[in-house]
């Protein structure tokens, strides 16, 4: 299950509206809708909204399924919400996985044209 649909089955178990989870975000209307339509992801910023605007929702649960969907305890949602604004959250954790993720691909990329260079002197040298 994707994370649109964790944020739209919260949406139902809440009796809440798309829009009225869009207007507590900032979101314009039927944004959530247009995602869910296009099959694409959640922004962070997003996922952090939500987070802050609806504390009894379970962030783990929201970002990877896991675990229960409301938290229960008081305590743990200030943990939640801590976790959420910390400088160490979960979603600046995601963030910077995506850019190191994307330095990484760009590293391959230039020792697969490294590769290619060599393999041609390689060439050159046999052909000489």
Same mark, same amino acid.
């Given at each position: ?17 798309s ?5 507590s975000?900032?979101l ?26 609806y ?12 675990g ?16 959420? *604004?910390?400088?160490? %959250?979960?979603y600046n954790? &995601?963030?910077? /996985?995506d850019?190191?993720i994307?330095?990484? @691909? *760009?590293?391959?990329? %230039?020792?697969?044209?490294? &590769?290619?260079v /060599?393999?041609?002197?390689?060439d050159?040298? @046999?052909?000489?």
């Amino acid at each position: 299950m994707k994370i649109i649909h964790r944020i739209l089955k919260f949406i139902q178990n809440e009796s809440i509206t798309s829009d009225q989870l869009n207007n507590s975000i900032g979101l314009g209307k039927d944004s959530l809708q247009m995602v869910e339509s296009e099959d694409g992801s959640v922004s962070t910023d997003v996922l952090e909204e939500i987070c802050k605007q609806y504390p009894q929702l379970n962030p783990i649960w929201l970002v990877t399924g896991k675990g229960e969907m409301l938290i229960q305890d008081y305590h743990e949602i200030g943990k939640a919400i801590e976790n959420v *604004e910390s400088q160490d %959250g979960i979603y600046n954790v &995601i963030a910077g /996985k995506d850019i190191e993720i994307q330095l990484l @691909k *760009e590293h391959i990329e %230039g020792l697969n044209e490294l &590769i290619k260079v /060599k393999n041609q002197l390689i060439d050159e040298y @046999k052909n000489a």
